[in-house]
């Protein structure tokens, strides 16, 4: 019998941990750009191009949906799916969680999704789904390290 995931799945993190970020804050903040610019002032842009890019960054969240022989991602409108065996690198980034595969997936080279809730402490970021990606593919944790 394959191993499956028991933890959450995209279904289960879509309500705050996935909308929030990619329309919420990302529409808010791209709404606020033009209120950090100002004309006279050109390390505004700086300020405003900063603004944007973590906006773009949080409406291309994925969602992710770890099953026993492949992983399944949706960006926008479609599941699309990749072999384990395709991805290079998996870790965390914040409460971000970031899977590089081996070729390139439009627009940053990877996926970053929004990592689940831990299921007995609400306030605190399930990381054990990206130590079931890297077990899946056989990534070890630290370069260092050798994987067994």
Not at 46 to 61: D, K, N, Q, R, T
Request: hydrophobic share 45%.
């Amino acid at each position: 019998m394959p191993q499956e995931y028991k933890l959450p799945t995209a279904l289960e993190t879509l309500p705050a941990d996935y909308w929030f970020p990619k329309f919420v804050m990302s529409g808010l903040l791209l709404i606020s750009t033009p209120l950090f610019f100002d004309i006279q002032n050109p390390n505004s842009g700086l300020v405003c191009a900063f603004i944007l890019f973590v906006s773009f960054m949080m409406m291309s969240l994925t969602r992710v949906k770890p099953e026993a022989e492949r992983l399944v991602y949706r960006r926008f409108f479609r599941w699309k799916s990749i072999s384990y065996s395709e991805i290079a690198r998996c870790k965390t980034f914040w409460i971000l969680g970031y899977i590089k595969p081996k070729h390139y997936i439009f627009p940053w080279g990877g996926m970053y999704f929004v990592l689940p809730r831990d299921g007995q402490y609400d306030y605190r970021w399930d990381r054990s789904i990206i130590g079931f990606i890297r077990n899946k593919a056989g990534i070890s944790p630290h370069p260092w390290l050798s994987y067994e």
